[in-house]
């Protein structure tokens, strides 16, 4: 059974900062691509940044050079960093993990989502 476990949300002033992290079990980590969503209210959920089974990193433009994704293989946990927190980053925030790359960057393609941690950032 997998299972994606997020923490580290929480309410923060603007230009503050917040580490989520993601816990997987179940699944093989090392070799899945692991990935960032949020879904603000009355909005679509969109891809914040996404890491490969090798590293490489994406990014949405909105949090580029504010957030970093990071994973750590033998914690099985996957990271982000965000800082420079702005309201408009209010949002919950998912953990998704995929087989693939390509598959985690799409939302529709995702195969495992965690249940989300809210983060509200006020101004």
């Known amino acids: 059974q997998v299972q994606l476990v997020e923490s580290g949300g929480g309410l923060v002033q603007a230009g503050g900062s917040l580490r989520l992290s993601c816990a997987a079990s179940g699944i093989i980590f090392s070799s899945n691509a692991m990935a960032w969503y949020r879904q603000a209210p009355g909005k679509q959920r969109e891809l914040v940044a996404a890491i490969s089974s090798g590293g490489t990193t994406d990014y949405a433009d909105s949090v580029k050079g504010r957030f970093t994704i990071s994973r750590d293989n033998v914690k099985n946990t996957v990271y982000l960093q965000m800082n420079s927190l702005k309201p408009e980053d209010t949002a919950v925030y998912y953990c998704?993990?995929?087989?693939?790359?390509?598959?985690?960057?799409?939302?529709?393609?995702?195969?495992?989502w965690g249940q989300g941690t809210q983060v509200t950032v006020s101004s």
């Open positions: 998704a993990a995929g087989p693939l790359h390509r598959t985690v960057v799409t939302s529709a393609r995702v195969k495992y």
